[in-house]
Protein backbone atom coordinates (compact mmCIF):
# COMPACT_ATOMS: atom_id res chain seq x y z
CA UNK A 1 0.00 0.00 0.00
CA UNK A 2 2.47 2.62 0.60
CA UNK A 3 5.17 1.83 -2.46
CA UNK A 4 1.37 2.26 -4.40
CA UNK A 5 1.11 5.76 -2.56
CA UNK A 6 4.24 6.86 -3.10
CA UNK A 7 4.39 5.93 -6.74
CA UNK A 8 0.81 7.97 -6.97
CA UNK A 9 2.39 10.63 -5.09
CA UNK A 10 5.79 11.32 -7.58
CA UNK A 11 2.83 10.85 -10.49
CA UNK A 12 1.02 13.41 -9.46
CA UNK A 13 3.71 15.80 -8.57
CA UNK A 14 5.56 15.39 -11.94
CA UNK A 15 2.95 15.88 -13.64
CA UNK A 16 1.22 18.91 -11.57
CA UNK A 17 5.43 20.32 -12.00
CA UNK A 18 4.83 19.36 -16.09
CA UNK A 19 1.72 21.36 -16.15
CA UNK A 20 2.63 24.33 -14.11
CA UNK A 21 5.90 24.66 -16.15
CA UNK A 22 3.47 24.17 -19.96
CA UNK A 23 1.34 27.55 -18.53
CA UNK A 24 4.73 29.73 -17.20
CA UNK A 25 5.73 28.92 -21.03
CA UNK A 26 2.50 30.16 -22.54
CA UNK A 27 1.90 26.86 -23.95
CA UNK A 28 -1.66 26.54 -21.75
CA UNK A 29 -3.52 24.55 -24.40
CA UNK A 30 -0.79 22.32 -24.57
CA UNK A 31 -0.48 20.92 -20.59
CA UNK A 32 -1.59 17.20 -21.44
CA UNK A 33 1.73 17.41 -23.66
CA UNK A 34 3.72 18.77 -20.76
CA UNK A 35 2.56 16.59 -18.43
CA UNK A 36 3.11 13.61 -19.86
CA UNK A 37 6.30 14.78 -21.29
CA UNK A 38 7.77 15.49 -17.56
CA UNK A 39 6.52 12.10 -16.63
CA UNK A 40 8.56 10.39 -19.68
CA UNK A 41 11.66 13.03 -19.29
CA UNK A 42 11.30 11.65 -15.60
CA UNK A 43 12.07 7.96 -16.35
CA UNK A 44 14.82 8.63 -18.87
CA UNK A 45 18.20 7.06 -17.09
CA UNK A 46 21.09 9.26 -16.68
CA UNK A 47 24.12 8.99 -14.39
CA UNK A 48 22.53 5.49 -12.51
CA UNK A 49 19.80 7.12 -11.67
CA UNK A 50 16.62 9.40 -12.51
CA UNK A 51 14.32 12.70 -11.99
CA UNK A 52 12.15 9.44 -10.94
CA UNK A 53 14.28 7.50 -8.91
CA UNK A 54 15.36 10.72 -7.23
CA UNK A 55 11.88 12.53 -6.45
CA UNK A 56 11.33 8.95 -4.88
CA UNK A 57 14.28 9.62 -2.98
CA UNK A 58 13.72 13.08 -2.20
CA UNK A 59 10.13 13.23 -1.17
CA UNK A 60 8.92 9.11 -0.50
CA UNK A 61 5.43 10.10 0.03
CA UNK A 62 2.86 12.97 0.22
CA UNK A 63 0.26 13.99 2.83
CA UNK A 64 -3.34 13.87 2.17
CA UNK A 65 -3.66 17.78 2.06
CA UNK A 66 -0.86 17.70 -0.46
CA UNK A 67 -2.20 15.02 -2.50
CA UNK A 68 -5.94 16.66 -2.59
CA UNK A 69 -4.62 20.06 -3.36
CA UNK A 70 -2.31 18.65 -5.76
CA UNK A 71 -5.26 16.48 -7.16
CA UNK A 72 -7.30 19.64 -7.47
CA UNK A 73 -4.50 21.87 -9.37
CA UNK A 74 -4.35 18.78 -12.17
CA UNK A 75 -8.34 18.76 -12.41
CA UNK A 76 -8.85 22.41 -12.94
CA UNK A 77 -6.06 22.39 -15.55
CA UNK A 78 -6.99 19.16 -17.10
CA UNK A 79 -10.56 19.22 -17.23
CA UNK A 80 -11.11 23.07 -16.93
CA UNK A 81 -13.64 22.83 -13.89
CA UNK A 82 -12.89 23.34 -10.89
CA UNK A 83 -12.90 20.76 -8.41
CA UNK A 84 -11.80 22.27 -5.46
CA UNK A 85 -13.69 25.76 -4.75
CA UNK A 86 -11.73 28.48 -3.48
CA UNK A 87 -13.27 28.05 0.06
CA UNK A 88 -12.01 24.39 0.40
CA UNK A 89 -8.66 25.30 -1.08
CA UNK A 90 -8.61 27.92 1.36
CA UNK A 91 -9.20 26.17 4.56
CA UNK A 92 -6.87 23.14 3.52
CA UNK A 93 -3.80 26.10 2.94
CA UNK A 94 -5.09 27.61 5.90
CA UNK A 95 -5.27 23.63 8.08
CA UNK A 96 -1.34 23.41 6.67
CA UNK A 97 0.44 26.22 7.48
CA UNK A 98 -1.04 26.42 10.82
CA UNK A 99 0.14 23.14 11.44
CA UNK A 100 2.96 23.35 9.92
CA UNK A 101 4.34 26.41 11.91
CA UNK A 102 3.52 24.55 15.10
CA UNK A 103 5.22 21.57 14.39
CA UNK A 104 8.13 22.09 11.71
CA UNK A 105 10.12 24.85 14.38
CA UNK A 106 10.00 22.54 16.59
CA UNK A 107 10.73 19.30 15.14
CA UNK A 108 13.77 21.43 13.89
CA UNK A 109 14.99 21.85 17.18
CA UNK A 110 13.56 25.09 18.50
CA UNK A 111 12.21 23.78 21.71
CA UNK A 112 12.49 20.46 23.89
CA UNK A 113 9.00 19.69 23.43
CA UNK A 114 8.38 17.72 20.19
CA UNK A 115 4.92 17.98 19.14
CA UNK A 116 5.56 15.35 16.22
CA UNK A 117 5.51 12.97 19.49
CA UNK A 118 1.40 14.02 19.48
CA UNK A 119 0.84 12.37 16.10
CA UNK A 120 1.52 8.90 17.32
CA UNK A 121 -1.40 8.74 19.84
CA UNK A 122 -4.81 9.82 19.43
CA UNK A 123 -4.73 13.95 20.74
CA UNK A 124 -3.72 15.42 17.47
CA UNK A 125 -6.13 12.83 15.61
CA UNK A 126 -8.90 13.88 17.65
CA UNK A 127 -8.04 17.69 17.46
CA UNK A 128 -7.93 16.61 13.32
CA UNK A 129 -11.54 15.19 13.54
CA UNK A 130 -12.44 18.31 15.94
CA UNK A 131 -11.26 20.85 13.36
CA UNK A 132 -13.43 18.94 10.89
CA UNK A 133 -16.40 19.22 12.60
CA UNK A 134 -16.00 23.00 12.75
CA UNK A 135 -15.03 23.35 8.66
CA UNK A 136 -18.25 21.59 8.09
CA UNK A 137 -20.92 24.16 10.30
CA UNK A 138 -18.72 26.73 8.92
CA UNK A 139 -19.41 25.44 5.45
CA UNK A 140 -16.99 24.27 4.55
CA UNK A 141 -18.01 20.59 3.71
CA UNK A 142 -15.74 19.45 1.49
CA UNK A 143 -12.52 20.55 3.22
CA UNK A 144 -14.00 19.50 6.64
CA UNK A 145 -14.37 15.49 4.78
CA UNK A 146 -11.07 15.93 3.51
CA UNK A 147 -9.52 15.75 7.25
CA UNK A 148 -11.57 12.75 8.00
CA UNK A 149 -9.90 10.91 5.12
CA UNK A 150 -6.41 12.34 6.96
CA UNK A 151 -7.65 10.43 10.35
CA UNK A 152 -8.55 7.28 8.14
CA UNK A 153 -5.91 6.96 6.08
CA UNK A 154 -3.94 7.40 8.95
CA UNK A 155 -5.85 4.34 10.74
CA UNK A 156 -5.58 2.45 7.38
CA UNK A 157 -1.99 3.17 7.86
CA UNK A 158 -1.86 4.39 3.92
CA UNK A 159 2.05 4.71 4.49
CA UNK A 160 5.12 3.58 6.47
CA UNK A 161 4.00 5.99 9.55
CA UNK A 162 1.41 5.53 11.69
CA UNK A 163 1.85 9.78 12.57
CA UNK A 164 -0.74 11.42 11.94
CA UNK A 165 1.14 14.37 11.46
CA UNK A 166 2.51 12.37 8.54
CA UNK A 167 -1.01 12.12 6.78
CA UNK A 168 -1.86 15.90 7.76
CA UNK A 169 0.98 17.88 6.37
CA UNK A 170 4.27 17.56 4.67
CA UNK A 171 6.89 20.79 3.90
CA UNK A 172 6.00 21.13 0.57
CA UNK A 173 2.25 22.01 1.27
CA UNK A 174 3.48 24.04 3.81
CA UNK A 175 5.91 26.49 1.80
CA UNK A 176 3.35 26.97 -1.08
CA UNK A 177 0.59 27.15 1.51
CA UNK A 178 1.12 30.58 2.41
CA UNK A 179 1.85 32.27 -1.22
CA UNK A 180 -1.61 30.63 -2.29
CA UNK A 181 -3.56 32.13 0.47
CA UNK A 182 -1.70 35.05 -0.30
CA UNK A 183 -3.06 34.62 -3.81
CA UNK A 184 -6.59 33.51 -2.60
CA UNK A 185 -7.31 36.80 -0.92
CA UNK A 186 -5.77 38.61 -4.04
CA UNK A 187 -8.46 37.30 -6.19
CA UNK A 188 -11.31 37.31 -4.13
CA UNK B 1 -34.20 18.79 7.27
CA UNK B 2 -31.94 17.10 4.81
CA UNK B 3 -29.21 19.75 5.78
CA UNK B 4 -29.37 18.81 9.52
CA UNK B 5 -29.75 15.15 8.28
CA UNK B 6 -26.33 15.38 7.02
CA UNK B 7 -24.99 17.41 9.07
CA UNK B 8 -25.98 14.93 12.13
CA UNK B 9 -24.81 12.18 9.69
CA UNK B 10 -21.31 13.48 9.62
CA UNK B 11 -21.05 14.02 13.26
CA UNK B 12 -21.80 10.51 14.16
CA UNK B 13 -19.27 9.40 11.74
CA UNK B 14 -16.49 11.52 12.61
CA UNK B 15 -17.43 10.76 16.67
CA UNK B 16 -17.77 6.75 15.32
CA UNK B 17 -14.09 7.22 14.11
CA UNK B 18 -12.73 9.54 17.21
CA UNK B 19 -13.93 5.97 19.17
CA UNK B 20 -12.37 3.81 16.94
CA UNK B 21 -8.57 5.77 16.79
CA UNK B 22 -9.71 5.79 20.62
CA UNK B 23 -9.79 2.19 21.53
CA UNK B 24 -7.05 1.45 18.96
CA UNK B 25 -4.28 3.67 20.81
CA UNK B 26 -5.09 2.41 24.04
CA UNK B 27 -4.46 -1.33 22.60
CA UNK B 28 -1.21 -0.08 21.59
CA UNK B 29 -0.40 1.76 25.02
CA UNK B 30 4.14 1.14 25.54
CA UNK B 31 5.34 -0.16 28.15
CA UNK B 32 7.93 1.78 29.32
CA UNK B 33 10.12 -1.04 31.01
CA UNK B 34 13.02 -2.31 30.09
CA UNK B 35 15.57 -5.49 31.56
CA UNK B 36 18.99 -4.67 32.45
CA UNK B 37 21.43 -6.81 30.90
CA UNK B 38 22.93 -9.73 33.66
CA UNK B 39 25.59 -9.29 35.30
CA UNK B 40 27.43 -12.39 34.32
CA UNK B 41 30.92 -12.53 33.91
CA UNK B 42 31.79 -10.31 36.77
CA UNK B 43 33.32 -12.66 38.79
CA UNK B 44 36.81 -11.76 40.65
CA UNK B 45 37.92 -15.04 41.00
CA UNK B 46 38.40 -14.35 36.94
CA UNK B 47 41.44 -13.98 35.71
CA UNK B 48 42.31 -10.43 33.97
CA UNK B 49 41.70 -10.47 30.29
CA UNK B 50 42.67 -7.65 27.60
CA UNK B 51 43.58 -8.60 24.00
CA UNK B 52 43.67 -6.16 21.41
CA UNK B 53 44.11 -6.61 17.40
CA UNK B 54 42.39 -5.65 14.24
CA UNK B 55 39.44 -7.13 12.40
CA UNK B 56 41.39 -7.45 9.19
CA UNK B 57 45.21 -6.83 8.33
CA UNK B 58 44.49 -5.80 4.68
CA UNK B 59 41.17 -3.44 3.71
CA UNK B 60 39.20 -4.22 1.17
CA UNK B 61 38.78 -0.37 1.14
CA UNK B 62 41.25 2.10 1.10
CA UNK B 63 38.96 3.98 3.65
CA UNK B 64 36.56 2.59 6.42
CA UNK B 65 34.93 4.18 9.36
CA UNK B 66 31.75 3.74 12.29
CA UNK B 67 31.88 -0.52 13.03
CA UNK B 68 29.69 -1.29 15.41
CA UNK B 69 29.55 -5.04 16.88
CA UNK B 70 27.04 -7.57 18.22
CA UNK B 71 26.89 -10.80 19.97
CA UNK B 72 25.63 -13.59 17.82
CA UNK B 73 23.50 -16.05 19.19
CA UNK B 74 25.58 -18.99 18.83
CA UNK B 75 28.26 -17.31 20.96
CA UNK B 76 30.33 -15.30 18.42
CA UNK B 77 30.29 -11.53 17.19
CA UNK B 78 29.45 -10.22 14.32
CA UNK B 79 31.12 -6.25 13.33
CA UNK B 80 29.30 -3.99 10.31
CA UNK B 81 31.86 -0.91 9.27
CA UNK B 82 31.27 1.43 6.31
CA UNK B 83 34.22 1.45 3.44
CA UNK B 84 34.77 2.54 0.15
CA UNK B 85 37.55 5.00 -1.25
CA UNK B 86 36.30 7.65 0.96
CA UNK B 87 33.85 8.63 3.74
CA UNK B 88 30.61 9.47 1.69
CA UNK B 89 31.82 8.12 -1.99
CA UNK B 90 29.17 6.58 -3.84
CA UNK B 91 31.16 2.93 -3.72
CA UNK B 92 30.87 3.02 0.05
CA UNK B 93 29.24 -0.41 1.17
CA UNK B 94 28.38 -2.12 4.65
CA UNK B 95 31.06 -4.76 5.55
CA UNK B 96 31.29 -7.20 7.67
CA UNK B 97 33.11 -9.62 9.59
CA UNK B 98 32.45 -12.52 12.05
CA UNK B 99 34.27 -13.51 15.24
CA UNK B 100 34.70 -17.34 15.60
CA UNK B 101 33.28 -18.20 18.98
CA UNK B 102 35.56 -21.20 18.55
CA UNK B 103 38.50 -20.51 16.67
CA UNK B 104 38.47 -16.80 17.93
CA UNK B 105 39.45 -15.84 14.51
CA UNK B 106 37.87 -12.80 12.29
CA UNK B 107 36.52 -14.03 8.93
CA UNK B 108 37.70 -12.06 5.77
CA UNK B 109 35.76 -8.71 5.23
CA UNK B 110 32.26 -10.01 2.98
CA UNK B 111 30.36 -6.79 1.64
CA UNK B 112 26.53 -7.16 3.41
CA UNK B 113 24.91 -4.15 2.06
CA UNK B 114 26.05 -1.95 -1.45
CA UNK B 115 24.22 1.01 -2.58
CA UNK B 116 22.66 -0.27 -5.57
CA UNK B 117 20.70 -3.16 -3.22
CA UNK B 118 19.96 -0.86 -0.89
CA UNK B 119 18.21 1.45 -4.21
CA UNK B 120 16.70 -1.45 -5.65
CA UNK B 121 15.02 -2.06 -3.00
CA UNK B 122 13.77 1.22 -1.79
CA UNK B 123 13.26 2.16 -5.24
CA UNK B 124 14.71 5.12 -5.03
CA UNK B 125 18.22 7.24 -5.68
CA UNK B 126 20.24 6.42 -2.85
CA UNK B 127 23.38 9.15 -2.64
CA UNK B 128 25.59 7.21 -0.22
CA UNK B 129 25.39 5.00 2.76
CA UNK B 130 26.68 5.53 6.38
CA UNK B 131 27.08 4.34 9.68
CA UNK B 132 25.21 1.16 10.70
CA UNK B 133 24.46 -0.47 14.65
CA UNK B 134 23.24 -3.95 15.13
CA UNK B 135 20.61 -5.59 17.24
CA UNK B 136 20.58 -9.71 17.82
CA UNK B 137 17.67 -11.32 20.07
CA UNK B 138 20.05 -14.20 20.44
CA UNK B 139 17.93 -16.56 18.45
CA UNK B 140 19.16 -16.09 15.03
CA UNK B 141 17.42 -12.78 14.27
CA UNK B 142 19.27 -9.86 14.09
CA UNK B 143 18.48 -6.42 12.88
CA UNK B 144 20.96 -3.99 11.10
CA UNK B 145 19.62 -0.13 10.93
CA UNK B 146 21.75 2.14 8.94
CA UNK B 147 21.98 5.70 7.29
CA UNK B 148 21.91 6.38 3.48
CA UNK B 149 21.44 9.78 2.03
CA UNK B 150 19.50 10.50 -1.40
CA UNK B 151 19.84 14.37 -1.48
CA UNK B 152 22.49 16.63 -0.11
CA UNK B 153 25.22 15.55 2.63
CA UNK B 154 25.02 13.68 6.41
CA UNK B 155 22.22 16.10 7.66
CA UNK B 156 19.76 14.91 5.28
CA UNK B 157 19.94 11.01 6.00
CA UNK B 158 17.36 8.87 7.10
CA UNK B 159 17.28 5.31 8.37
CA UNK B 160 16.81 2.09 7.06
CA UNK B 161 16.51 -1.43 8.21
CA UNK B 162 16.98 -5.13 6.92
CA UNK B 163 16.91 -7.86 8.38
CA UNK B 164 18.31 -11.33 9.01
CA UNK B 165 16.93 -14.55 10.56
CA UNK B 166 19.93 -16.38 9.91
CA UNK B 167 22.64 -14.45 12.52
CA UNK B 168 23.71 -12.50 9.85
CA UNK B 169 24.54 -14.78 6.64
CA UNK B 170 21.73 -12.86 4.40
CA UNK B 171 19.91 -10.26 5.04
CA UNK B 172 15.78 -9.31 4.21
CA UNK B 173 14.63 -6.45 1.95
CA UNK B 174 15.67 -3.09 3.11
CA UNK B 175 12.64 -0.76 4.38
CA UNK B 176 13.11 2.50 5.44
CA UNK B 177 12.16 3.52 8.59
CA UNK B 178 9.74 6.62 8.73
CA UNK B 179 10.90 8.92 11.44
CA UNK B 180 11.00 11.81 10.59
CA UNK B 181 8.36 15.12 9.50
CA UNK B 182 10.72 16.31 7.43
CA UNK B 183 10.16 14.88 4.45
CA UNK B 184 11.96 11.95 6.61
CA UNK B 185 15.63 13.27 6.32
CA UNK B 186 17.86 14.27 8.86
CA UNK B 187 17.86 11.06 11.36
CA UNK B 188 20.93 9.23 11.68
CA UNK B 189 22.05 6.74 14.06
CA UNK B 190 25.32 5.65 15.54
CA UNK B 191 24.32 4.12 19.19
CA UNK B 192 23.58 0.87 20.49
CA UNK B 193 20.17 -0.26 19.95
CA UNK B 194 18.30 -2.23 22.74
CA UNK B 195 14.96 -4.06 23.44
CA UNK B 196 12.22 -3.56 25.82
CA UNK B 197 10.37 -5.64 27.93
CA UNK B 198 7.23 -6.09 25.32
CA UNK B 199 9.57 -6.68 22.80
CA UNK B 200 9.60 -3.28 20.69
CA UNK B 201 13.41 -1.99 20.25
CA UNK B 202 14.61 1.49 21.52
CA UNK B 203 17.09 3.00 19.02
CA UNK B 204 18.80 6.00 19.74
CA UNK B 205 19.26 8.83 16.91
CA UNK B 206 20.15 12.06 16.59
CA UNK B 207 18.98 14.75 14.07
CA UNK B 208 21.44 17.14 12.14
CA UNK B 209 19.05 19.44 9.90
CA UNK B 210 19.56 22.90 11.22
CA UNK B 211 19.01 21.97 15.27
CA UNK B 212 21.67 19.22 16.28
CA UNK B 213 19.74 16.59 19.13
CA UNK B 214 19.22 13.33 20.32
CA UNK B 215 16.29 11.86 19.88
CA UNK B 216 14.82 7.89 21.20
CA UNK B 217 13.46 6.08 18.81
CA UNK B 218 10.30 3.11 19.74
CA UNK B 219 9.35 0.62 17.10
CA UNK B 220 8.07 -2.65 16.45
CA UNK B 221 10.36 -5.30 14.72
CA UNK B 222 9.40 -4.48 11.40
CA UNK B 223 10.63 -1.19 11.83
CA UNK B 224 7.57 0.89 12.50
CA UNK B 225 7.97 3.79 14.92
CA UNK B 226 5.47 3.35 17.71
CA UNK B 227 6.88 6.90 19.26
CA UNK B 228 9.92 9.39 20.01
CA UNK B 229 11.22 11.17 22.20
CA UNK B 230 13.55 14.22 21.88
CA UNK B 231 16.17 14.30 24.28
CA UNK B 232 17.87 17.86 23.67
CA UNK B 233 17.13 20.73 21.92
CA UNK B 234 18.34 23.88 19.51
CA UNK B 235 22.36 22.71 18.78
CA UNK B 236 23.42 20.98 21.81
CA UNK B 237 24.53 17.48 21.58
CA UNK B 238 24.31 14.10 18.92
CA UNK B 239 25.36 10.80 18.66
CA UNK B 240 23.72 9.57 22.11
CA UNK B 241 24.66 6.18 23.22
CA UNK B 242 22.80 4.70 26.23
CA UNK B 243 23.66 2.67 29.21
CA UNK B 244 21.05 0.04 30.63
CA UNK B 245 20.96 0.77 34.04
CA UNK B 246 18.75 -1.26 37.24
CA UNK B 247 15.00 -0.38 38.20
CA UNK B 248 14.08 0.98 34.60
CA UNK B 249 17.24 3.95 34.81
CA UNK B 250 19.12 4.66 31.47
CA UNK B 251 22.28 7.03 31.31
CA UNK B 252 22.99 8.76 28.15
CA UNK B 253 26.77 10.05 26.66
CA UNK B 254 26.48 12.49 23.44
CA UNK B 255 28.58 13.93 21.24
CA UNK B 256 29.56 17.33 22.40
CA UNK B 257 29.05 19.83 18.68
CA UNK B 258 29.09 22.76 20.84
CA UNK B 259 32.21 24.86 21.98
CA UNK B 260 32.42 23.32 25.79
CA UNK B 261 34.29 20.77 24.74
CA UNK B 262 33.64 17.62 27.25
CA UNK B 263 31.64 14.62 27.10
CA UNK B 264 27.98 15.61 27.46
CA UNK B 265 25.35 13.07 29.46
CA UNK B 266 22.14 13.02 30.57
CA UNK B 267 19.59 10.74 32.47
CA UNK B 268 15.90 8.94 32.28
CA UNK B 269 14.22 7.44 35.15
CA UNK B 270 11.59 5.81 33.50
CA UNK B 271 13.31 3.99 30.59
CA UNK B 272 13.83 6.72 28.27
CA UNK B 273 10.01 8.17 28.20
CA UNK B 274 11.53 11.37 29.36
CA UNK B 275 15.14 12.60 29.78
CA UNK B 276 16.55 15.11 32.34
CA UNK B 277 18.86 18.00 30.61
CA UNK B 278 21.97 17.66 29.66
CA UNK B 279 24.93 18.44 31.53
CA UNK B 280 28.66 18.32 31.11
CA UNK B 281 31.10 15.21 32.58
CA UNK B 282 34.50 16.31 33.52
CA UNK B 283 36.33 13.88 30.23
CA UNK B 284 37.10 15.79 27.10
CA UNK B 285 35.73 15.72 23.72
CA UNK B 286 37.14 17.50 20.74
CA UNK B 287 33.54 16.84 18.82
CA UNK B 288 33.90 12.86 18.52
CA UNK B 289 31.22 10.12 18.82
CA UNK B 290 31.91 8.50 22.34
CA UNK B 291 30.41 4.95 23.48
CA UNK B 292 29.09 3.71 26.87
CA UNK B 293 28.03 0.39 28.10
CA UNK B 294 26.87 -0.73 32.08
CA UNK B 295 26.60 -3.40 33.96
CA UNK B 296 24.73 -2.89 37.05
CA UNK B 297 24.76 0.49 37.76
CA UNK B 298 28.72 0.80 36.98
CA UNK B 299 29.37 2.02 33.66
CA UNK B 300 32.39 2.03 30.72
CA UNK B 301 32.99 4.48 28.47
CA UNK B 302 35.08 4.71 25.41
CA UNK B 303 36.37 8.08 23.94
CA UNK B 304 38.65 10.06 22.24
CA UNK B 305 40.53 12.07 25.96
CA UNK B 306 41.32 15.06 24.04
CA UNK B 307 39.18 18.09 23.01
CA UNK B 308 40.94 19.23 19.67
CA UNK B 309 41.48 15.88 18.05
CA UNK B 310 40.49 12.49 17.32
CA UNK B 311 44.06 11.16 17.93
CA UNK B 312 43.78 9.70 21.32
CA UNK B 313 41.54 6.85 22.81
CA UNK B 314 40.97 5.83 26.62
CA UNK B 315 38.46 4.17 28.34
CA UNK B 316 36.84 5.66 31.87
CA UNK B 317 34.58 3.96 34.25
CA UNK B 318 31.64 5.67 36.13
CA UNK B 319 30.40 3.97 39.73
CA UNK B 320 28.30 6.88 40.70
CA UNK B 321 25.53 7.18 37.64
CA UNK B 322 27.54 9.66 35.90
CA UNK B 323 28.72 12.13 38.55
CA UNK B 324 32.19 10.99 38.03
CA UNK B 325 34.29 9.41 35.77
CA UNK B 326 37.26 7.96 36.02
CA UNK B 327 39.70 6.99 33.02
CA UNK B 328 41.76 3.93 33.70
CA UNK B 329 43.71 3.01 30.74
CA UNK B 330 45.18 4.59 27.50
CA UNK B 331 44.15 2.89 24.12
CA UNK B 332 45.84 5.24 21.70
CA UNK B 333 48.38 7.70 22.43
CA UNK B 334 48.15 9.89 19.43
CA UNK B 335 50.89 11.71 16.87
CA UNK B 336 51.94 11.61 13.54
CA UNK B 337 51.52 8.77 11.29
CA UNK B 338 54.30 7.72 9.00
CA UNK B 339 52.34 9.61 6.12
CA UNK B 340 52.76 12.27 7.72
CA UNK B 341 49.37 12.71 8.80
CA UNK B 342 47.97 13.18 12.05
CA UNK B 343 46.57 9.84 13.66
CA UNK B 344 42.77 9.42 13.69
CA UNK B 345 41.02 6.67 16.22
CA UNK B 346 37.57 7.04 16.18
CA UNK B 347 34.13 6.31 16.32
CA UNK B 348 34.35 3.55 19.67
CA UNK B 349 31.58 1.33 19.77
CA UNK B 350 31.82 -1.07 23.13
CA UNK B 351 29.40 -3.52 23.91
CA UNK B 352 29.30 -6.05 27.02
CA UNK B 353 28.91 -9.26 26.15
CA UNK B 354 26.80 -12.06 27.81
CA UNK B 355 29.70 -13.69 29.54
CA UNK B 356 31.28 -10.33 30.97
CA UNK B 357 33.92 -9.53 28.36
CA UNK B 358 33.74 -6.81 26.77
CA UNK B 359 33.96 -5.92 22.71
CA UNK B 360 35.58 -2.25 21.61
CA UNK B 361 35.49 -1.64 17.98
CA UNK B 362 37.16 1.46 16.51
CA UNK B 363 38.18 2.88 13.18
CA UNK B 364 41.87 3.13 13.23
CA UNK B 365 43.51 5.57 11.24
CA UNK B 366 40.84 5.25 8.30
CA UNK B 367 42.65 2.06 7.38
CA UNK B 368 41.47 -0.85 9.95
CA UNK B 369 39.08 -1.74 12.20
CA UNK B 370 40.56 -1.95 15.52
CA UNK B 371 38.87 -4.76 17.86
CA UNK B 372 39.82 -4.63 21.78
CA UNK B 373 38.59 -7.46 24.37
CA UNK B 374 38.73 -6.75 28.31
CA UNK B 375 36.73 -8.00 31.20
CA UNK B 376 35.86 -6.87 34.81
CA UNK B 377 38.76 -7.97 36.48
CA UNK B 378 41.51 -6.44 33.87
CA UNK B 379 38.78 -3.05 34.99
CA UNK B 380 39.44 -3.84 38.77
CA UNK B 381 43.05 -4.39 38.56
CA UNK B 382 43.28 -1.06 36.56
CA UNK B 383 41.36 0.94 39.06
CA UNK B 384 43.53 -0.31 41.96
Not at chain 2, 9 to 28: M, N, Q, R, T, Y
Not at chain 2, 284 to 295: G, I, K, L, Q
Not at chain 2, 307 to 332: C, H, I, P, V, Y
Not at chain 2, 345 to 359: D, E, Q, T
Request: aromatic share 10%; hydrophobic share 45%; charged share 15%.
Amino acid sequence: MNEVWQILCVVLLLAAAGAFLSGFAGLRKYRWVGMMLMLLIAIIPFAETSIWLWMRGLIGGLSILSFVLLTGYLGLHVTGKEVLDRKTRSALYATAFTGGLLLYPATLGLSLYDPYRLGFGIILAIVVLGLSVLLWFAKRQLAAVVLVVVVLADQAQLMTSINTWDYLIDPLVWIIAPFMLLRLRLQA
Amino acid sequence: MQRYLTSAVFVILVALLGASAWLGDFSEALSWRFTAPLASGADRHQKPQFKRGFIFEQSPTSSVHAPSIVELSNGGFMAVWYGGTREGSSDVSLYASNLDPVSNHWSVPRVLMGRQRVANDLGRHIRKLGNAVLLSDGQNNVWMFFVSTSVGGWSTSAVNLSVSNDDGQTWGPVVRVASSPFLNVSTLVKGHPFFYTDGTIGLPVYHELLGKFGELLRMDTNGVVLDKQRMSKRRAAIQPDIALLTNNQMHAVLRNTGSSRVVLQQSSEDAGNSWSSISETQLPNPDAAVSVTAVRDAMVMAYNDTDDDRDRMALAMSRDKGNTWRKFFQLEKGGVGEDGEKDEFSYPYLIRAKNGVYHLVYTWQRKLIAHVSFNDVWIGNRLQ
